[in-house]
């Protein structure tokens, strides 16, 4: 979500149409965004499944700022601002994991899950297919929607964005960002996982990307924040 209502109210109002009976949310409710207690409480409402993202760690003070990026270090700053002790206690004690009988998840990837480090090629999925207990894995981290599998000792990395596993086979899905993209698609991003037909979608929808730019410059946070939203980058 990182910190952006306008594309969460636009992913949570489209979930409405499907069969959903479970919410897991990937981490990284906070930063970058200009509206990140909001955001925290929408998805506390859900009653969600949720693991910690480098971002949610980082604002509560629990991952080191030597580990981000210019602009995210400023947002980050910025964010313990607004954050409540409240909200910041509920960020610092997210779990690093969730692993039940069908799927595996993790932010950032399945080796060394509390560095967050990125999956972001076929190298890096074969060593987390080599970990991989479940038929699934779900991460996020890189705000890129990608799905890797693996069958027969082949690692492949899928153009098409929805898969029925067959009997066999491994899949890692990359779920992309809700508030902000970076695959060049200025579109939220979110996913749907079939437990009974193994089918995977990542889909994607519309929100209104003027006003959370509107709102990251009113709050005066680096105008980079919200220019790259434009293009999804």
Known sequence: MHGNMEALEAVLKAYKDESIDRFICLGDIVGYGAEPSMCVSEIQRLNAVIIAGNHDWGAAGTFGLENFSVYAKEAILWTREKLSIKDKRFLEHLPLRYIDENIVCVHGALRDPETFPYLHTIEHAREDFNILKRSFAFIGHT?????????????????????????????????????????????????????????????????????????????????FLAARLSQGR
């Open 143 to 223: 705000h890129i929607p990608q799905v890797f599998t693996f069958a027969a000792g082949k690692a492949q990395a899928l153009s098409r964005q929805r898969i029925r596993l067959s009997p066999g086979k491994l899949c890692i899905c990359n779920v992309g960002s809700v508030g902000q993209p970076r695959d060049g698609i200025p579109l939220a991003s979110y996913c749907i996982f079939d437990t009974k037909k193994k089918l995977v979608e990542i889909k994607r929808i519309k929100y209104n990307i003027s006003q959370t730019q509107s709102k990251i410059k009113d709050a005066f946070l680096p105008e």
